[in-house]
């Protein structure tokens, strides 16, 4: 019985042993396995990040580049960058960035594409990232109206040689292509002026400020609605009739816009392309706009020129906005802390 129960015994081991063998053999398959997906899941982790990574420094990187109005930067530190050396001028300029800094309380400023446009963007985009609504005047008319009653109504025909900045396109297609940048203009201003989180109203302003296309048309709209008011004015001169603004009568005293063609050809279809706005246009965009545009021109550092408002009579209620400028052609954004 003895024998028996050894026999039993040593069976059950060498069963157990086999069986064991079997079992470790699939418990190291197992952890091969498991480790082998651990270490794959591990790199495709590593992978997807590197990717992410990537591509999201790929979108910031083209988001500052399309960005047509940069983030803020501190105001001295651009002096320094910009103006090194210990020329005359250089000097003069750091003088005068130190002026806006400890007098003007302007700590930093927003830098603006250097282009033709660039005075009608850094006045737009202000506009719309202080979330500033229509002029009253815009509230009474449909602006999308206006170049169908510039050429039907009062017999504009020369439109169709309004050319589009950059993009020197004239033709009888003129006519849809502004009412395109009519719709443009107002469903951007409504919809921007009428969100009341800042932070959203900013998104809002980067995105469209990086769209190259739709800030085209928005600068168009603007172009026109200058021509469509020097339009009226002209009307109203001849006619005799209620009283103008006296800056009408200083853009038509000039020689190079003394009726409303001779002012498109010889400036409107100029900007955007190969010129900025001049200062007689500035206060005619601050005036049709409704608010006053506060010039901090640096070049005229140290005389009365140096702040400059277009125009210079205003209205109380009016908004202000501000630019800032080295050479009366490119224009930058200050933003001012107290």
């Keep these: 019985g003895r024998h028996e129960v050894q026999s039993w015994t040593t069976a059950t081991k060498q069963s157990l042993c086999l069986l064991w ?27 997807l990040a590197r990717l992410l990574k990537r591509w999201s420094n790929y979108l910031q990187r083209k988001l500052i580049r399309n960005l047509s109005v940069l983030t803020e930067v501190d105001l001295l530190g651009y002096s ?86 950059p993009e020197r396109y004239t033709g009888p297609n003129a006519f849809g292509k502004l009412r395109k940048c009519m719709e443009t ?7 921007i002026s009428a969100t009341k989180d800042h932070e959203e109203r900013g998104n809002m302003c980067n995105a469209l400020f990086s769209d190259e296309s739709k800030e085209h048309k928005l600068y168009e709209a603007i172009k026109f609605i200058m021509l469509y008011e020097v339009v009226e004015a002209y009307e109203q001169i001849k006619n005799r009739e209620e009283p103008i603004h006296n800056l009408f009568s200083l853009l038509l005293a000039r020689d190079s816009s003394s009726d409303p063609l001779s002012f498109m050809m010889n400036h409107l279809n100029s900007i955007g392309d190969s010129v900025c706005l001049d200062q007689v246009e500035l206060f005619l965009l601050g005036y049709l706009l409704e608010v ?47």
């Design 21 to 47: 063998q079997k079992v470790k053999v699939q418990l190291m398959l197992s952890m091969s396995f498991l480790i082998a997906v651990f270490w794959y899941c591990r790199r495709l982790y590593s992978f």
């Design 80 to 165: 320094a960058r910009e103006w090194k050396g210990e020329t005359k001028q250089a000097k003069h300029m750091r003088e005068a960035y130190e002026e806006l800094f400890w007098s003007c309380h302007i700590k930093y400023l927003r830098q603006v594409r250097r282009d033709n446009y660039c005075v009608l963007r850094a006045v737009l985009f202000q506009i719309f990232s202080q979330g500033i609504p229509f002029p009253s005047w815009m509230k009474e008319r449909d602006i999308l109206k206006l170049p169908e009653k510039l050429l039907y109504s009062q017999g504009c025909n020369w439109i169709q040689q309004y050319s589009f900045g």
């Design 185 to 191: 203009l107002k469903t951007n201003w409504t919809e």
């Design 292 to 338: 006053k545009i506060r010039v901090y021109r640096l070049h005229r550092f140290n005389t009365e020129e140096f702040q400059v408002n277009y125009p210079d009579e205003y209205r109380r209620e009016w908004n202000e906005i501000s630019l800032l400028t080295e050479d009366d052609r490119y224009y930058h954004i200050p933003l001012f802390r107290t």
